[in-house]
């Protein structure tokens, strides 16, 4: 196919990951997902500590080829894969860099020790509860770590982190905490929506 055939591939439904041990062989992994089926480069980059983490998107069909090619080329360098037929359409936004927002009435924070485990997670999360993603932070700089944001109702937050927590298994839930009314200064850096202005006085 030509270089930019995958250009215009919609993000979802289905998503896939693999985590590999080699920055070098990731490069390979995710060049042959891309060339192997039609399907959509979400996220390829390294990730502490020495890891790449590759995330393709796309049909379901195209998906799961990709990501049975991507598991062939890793061989042992293969540290975890994933694979959602139907991801939450605020999963990939949420990769992307997230949703801006000023205020929330209650903030909820889950942390995993993978980072196939925190998008797992997260789509469970936004599918069991009336929440919005805010934010979803793939390992770089975290050693191998992940994390995402949801914000609503508290006790829609409080279902959606139970739901997250529900479906981590094998010792990869690292921490969850739940912020009732976070402040607006620390929901602007939390999702990089600027400085916090100066205080005077």
Known sequence: MPPDANAN??????LGLIEMASVARGVV???AMVKRALVRLVQAHPVTP??????VAGGEEEVRLSIETGVQQASDTLVDRLFLAQVDP?????????????EAAALGTIETFSVAAAVLAADKAV?????????LRLARGLGGRA??????????VEAGVEAARGIIHDGMLLASEIVPRPHADLLALLLGQGDVPPVHG
């Open 90 to 102: 605020q999963v990939i936004p949420a990769m992307a860099g997230g949703v801006q927002v000023k």
């Open 147 to 156: 994390y995402f944001h949801l914000t609503g109702d508290l006790h829609q």
């Open 29 to 31: 992994v995710a060049d």
């Open 127 to 135: 599918k069991g509860a009336e929440v919005k993603l805010l934010q």
């Open 50 to 55: 020495g890891k790449f983490v590759v995330v």
């Open 9 to 14: 591939v919609p993000d979802g439904p289905a």
